[in-house]
């Protein structure tokens, strides 16, 4: 069973798990600020969910690809969009500051912890 590090814990999941489901289930703030209320509650098409994504996981279908290819996203920096990513295996997920995720200031590292810029 894959888990999931984030936030300073670390949850076990089904293999194939929604990675934002895992994440929000786990009471593991994946939206900054009012992006909280204002996000299109897993469609792929707001990109407030994006993060930092390391370990297996589905590759990156059109959708999300779209979106991290428009501001103020850049798809050169590799996030993913939890609400769009599948968990295969074990992940270690970090979050960064910004209503999108976008800053280069971390908000949270999968240790629970801000850490320096990215």
Not at 1 to 7: I, L
Not at 58 to 76: D, F, K, T, V, Y
Request: with cysteine; hydrophobic share 35%.
């Amino acid at each position: 069973m894959p888990t999931v590090t984030a936030q300073g814990k670390v949850v076990a999941c089904d293999r194939g798990a929604n990675l934002r489901q895992v994440l929000l289930e786990n009471n593991i703030d994946i939206y900054n600020g009012p992006a909280q209320q204002i996000n299109c509650h897993g469609f792929g098409t707001c990109g407030t969910c994006a993060a930092w994504v390391e370990g297996d996981v589905s590759e990156s279908a059109w959708r999300e690809q779209a979106r991290l290819g428009m501001p103020p996203h850049n798809r050169e920096r590799g996030l993913r969009l939890t609400c769009q990513t599948k968990v295969l295996g074990d992940v270690r997920v970090t979050k960064y500051e910004g209503f999108w995720g976008e800053s280069d200031r971390v908000a949270w590292t999968p240790g629970g912890k801000a850490a320096a810029a990215r």
